[in-house]
């Protein structure tokens, strides 16, 4: 059983800092990408970030670049999300994702962890 655990999360006063965690439980992902996205309230699930296996591919939705920061440490399988210069429209459900490839497709994805509330008070 393939379990994602979140952490991090958080209330957080506009232009702070949060770092998000996610921790692959009962596998490794070898060739697998990680990553994040957000579901801010009556709003569709929104792609934030993913990393490639190896860390070589980056991508990142337009609002969040030079902001957000996304690593992995494939010995911990755990992916991290650095978030910085918070903003109130940040506001959501963060969730883990996990799918085979160098990216991440919402319709495509393979294991999600259960979410973790980052809240920006502006």
């Known amino acids: 059983q393939v379990q994602l655990v979140e952490s991090g999360g958080g209330l957080v006063q506009a232009g702070g800092s949060l770092r998000l965690s996610c921790a692959a439980d009962g596998r490794t992902f070898s060739g697998y990408a990680m990553g994040w996205f957000r579901q801010a309230p009556g709003k569709e699930r929104q792609f934030v970030a993913s990393?490639?296996?190896?860390?070589?591919?980056?991508y990142y939705i337009e609002s969040v670049k030079g902001r957000f920061t996304i690593s992995r440490d494939n010995a911990k399988n755990t992916v991290y999300l650095q978030m910085n210069s918070l903003k109130p429209e940040d506001t959501a459900v963060y969730y883990c994702?996990?799918?085979?490839?160098?990216?991440?497709?919402?319709?495509?994805?393979?294991?999600w962890g259960q979410g973790t509330q980052v809240t920006v008070s502006s």
């Open positions: 994702a996990v799918q085979s490839g160098s990216t991440l497709y919402v319709t495509a994805i393979e294991f």
């Open positions: 990393i490639s296996w190896g860390g070589g591919q980056t």
